[in-house]
């Protein structure tokens, strides 16, 4: 595997010898024959998302895309950069969906809580009317 990040947050061992990167704003994954650095290696991965299958063609797709815009149209750097804004416009749709998802969901739970009030309300007013005619 080959990455182009840059570290925005990291850490050391006590020796400072080796270097821990706790965040990373990731440009570009690609997986390589040879990796560059033999030692470099992921011993772990934070969130544990499993990769939905959506996602495994739309980095599929990208890259097909990427290779056709180095052979065809513009210089690797060129392409790489497009492939890395269609990448950042993609990351912010799905950021705005989650958002909206939310949003919807938190209106259906206030939905719900006042249609309960007004259940309660309700039993309330039938209990008072009962208790009239006693």
Wanted: glycine share 2%; aromatic share 6%.
């Amino acid at each position: 595997m080959s990455m182009g990040y840059v570290a925005t947050k990291v850490s050391y061992n006590e020796d400072r010898s080796i270097r821990y990167i706790i965040e990373a704003k990731v440009f570009e994954v690609s997986v390589v024959t040879f990796a560059a650095n033999e030692q470099a290696t992921i011993i772990s991965i934070k969130s544990g998302e499993v990769i939905e299958e959506k996602k495994i063609q739309d980095f599929i797709e990208l890259k097909e895309c990427e290779a056709f815009l180095k052979t065809k149209i513009c210089s690797n750097m060129e392409a790489k950069a497009i492939i890395s804004k269609i990448t950042e416009i993609k990351n912010n749709q799905r950021e705005v969906v989650k958002d909206i998802q939310r949003d919807v969901e938190e209106i259906n739970k206030e939905q719900r809580d006042v249609d309960n009030t007004k259940e309660v309300l309700n039993l309330i007013k039938n209990f008072n009317k009962s208790i009239q005619k006693i």
